[in-house]
């Protein structure tokens, strides 16, 4: 089973409101990430977490909080976004260091489509 | 820094037809990973294939094949007896195994139509 998976599928949200996107994935993965992909651009990675720690974020703004809460889920809240925040939401999994493949393919969820108004 | 190039931003075959997706890549580290990720309309991203820069024969998973030449820092997707299915954004990309850990860095993709 390479299933990762994402809720909600599709987000509309105010500058305003606070909402949350959740990613799971039961591969036994230790590693998980957030990626943010606008239309025809490829992904760009926004945060990594290793053994659900906090290991890579890549200048986020603080208006996304990421948490790993264990080694299954993953969550990103949002507070405050732009609308230049509206995009595909990518979340992805892979074996970490001391898992043994070294191949560490990222397998991705299907993605949260978030418009912001 | 490392740097991924795909230079063709779309592509049309004709079904059955094999198609050769271009992919060059810059890095000053030895060690590396390539891969190729397909992207449906509906937004997935599907792994495909992957090519380790020590890997002495070059990838093949069913109908993909990598033609890896790392003298010319190229990592070409072979996709052969295309189908419709295969209609989708294709992105290569290649992992940074850093101390803080992996980092996959994406080239721009290019968009292959498979014609009936």
């Known amino acids: 089973d390479t299933e990762v998976t994402q809720t909600p599928k599709h987000l509309v949200m105010g500058m305003t409101n606070k909402k949350s996107l959740k990613c799971e994935q039961h591969m036994g993965h230790r590693a998980m990430y957030w990626y943010k992909q606008k239309a025809k651009k490829p992904p760009e990675l926004m945060f990594v977490?290793?053994?659900?720690?906090?290991?890579i974020n890549e200048s986020v703004p603080s208006r996304f909080s990421p948490e790993c809460p264990n080694s299954s889920l993953l969550n990103l809240h949002l507070h405050a976004l732009q609308p230049e925040d509206s995009a595909l939401y990518l979340c992805a999994s892979s074996q970490e260091r001391g898992q043994g493949a070294p191949s560490y393919e990222q397998y991705f969820g299907p993605g949260t489509r978030l418009t912001v108004t | 820094a490392q740097k991924i190039t795909q230079t063709q931003p779309g592509m049309f075959v004709q079904e059955k037809e094999a198609v050769t997706l271009d992919c060059t890549y810059d890095t000053s580290d030895p060690s590396y990973g390539l891969f190729w990720y397909k992207q449906p309309s509906s937004g997935e991203m599907i792994f495909l294939i992957y090519q380790g820069s020590y890997d002495q024969q070059n990838a093949t998973e069913g109908r993909y094949s990598l033609n890896f030449q790392k003298a010319r820092k190229s990592a070409n997707l072979v996709i052969s007896a295309s189908q419709l299915g295969d209609s989708a954004m294709y992105f290569c990309a290649m992992r940074d195994r850093g101390a803080a850990g992996n980092k996959l860095t994406f080239g721009g993709g290019t968009r292959v139509l498979v014609k009936p």
């Open positions: 977490y290793s053994y659900e720690k906090l290991s």
